[in-house]
């Protein structure tokens, strides 16, 4: 049974427009979240997280928003470059949960066009 | 190097054999995670090593795999008697705790 889910396995942009990737989870004990990148024959990269205290955290192009009540999470790319094109992994653990694994979703595709 | 570093980038075996992938994580990161990305699939959890504590292995999809960290550092994922549904890309990762994981580029498994 899958507690991280990214229902959209892709997603196109036209370069300059804004991405969003969305993830949904069922385990309300997770308290914090991360969105990972993936080039191929590439190790995924850590992008950017936030923590269920907040519901939103902005790094530069990249914000994550968080809806604890609705369990969802989204991930805004403005503006989307082709550098940008890549997997994006959503994941989730309980932080305070000593020996807790980080569990990910199966991943969005996302390609941006010039 | 500075960051995981994982080996064999790349292993082709034939179906029945036993296979060892090592991992090499970041420099006193107390935690070690083993997961496999199947062709169109996500990343799967494996195995999750946290210190001293006993691993994680609620994700080991069946006996014939298991993993070692040896001194809290260096790790051995092994599949034995490997099966064609065992090829994958096994990823390795480290992290001080919970959190901001670091990943190896991975070990592109091939069971013919």
């Known amino acids: 049974d899958q507690q991280v889910k990214q229902n959209s396995p892709s997603l196109s942009v036209q370069e300059g427009r804004i991405s969003i990737l969305n993830c949904d989870y069922t385990?309300?004990?997770?308290?914090?979240f991360l969105w990972y990148k993936k080039y191929p024959a590439e190790g995924p990269t850590f992008l950017i997280s936030?923590?269920?205290?907040?519901d939103k955290n902005e790094d530069g192009r990249f914000t994550v928003f968080l809806n604890k009540s609705a369990k969802h999470l989204s991930l805004h790319i403005v503006p989307s470059q082709p550098g940008d094109s890549a997997v994006y992994f959503c994941a989730a653990t309980g932080k305070d949960q000593a020996g807790t694994a980080l569990i990910f979703g199966k991943g969005t595709t996302l390609s941006v066009s010039s | 190097g500075a960051g995981v570093s994982q080996s064999p980038s790349n292993k082709v075996t034939e179906k029945g054999k036993d296979v060892e992938l090592r991992c090499d994580p970041i420099s006193g990161h107390t935690a070690l995670y083993w997961y496999r990305q199947s062709l169109g699939q996500g990343l799967e959890f494996l195995i999750y090593f946290q210190g001293n504590s006993a691993p994680d292995k609620s994700g080991l999809p069946s006996d014939r795999f298991s993993a070692e960290r040896t001194g809290g550092s260096v790790s051995t994922l092994t599949i034995q008697r490997t099966q064609q549904e065992d090829s994958a890309v096994y990823l390795c990762?480290?992290?001080?705790?919970?959190?901001?994981?670091?990943f190896g580029e991975g070990s592109r498994l091939t069971v013919l």
């Open positions: 385990n309300s004990m997770f308290d914090y």
């Open positions: 936030i923590s269920s205290i907040k």
């Open positions: 990762a480290s992290s001080w705790a919970t959190g901001e994981l670091f």
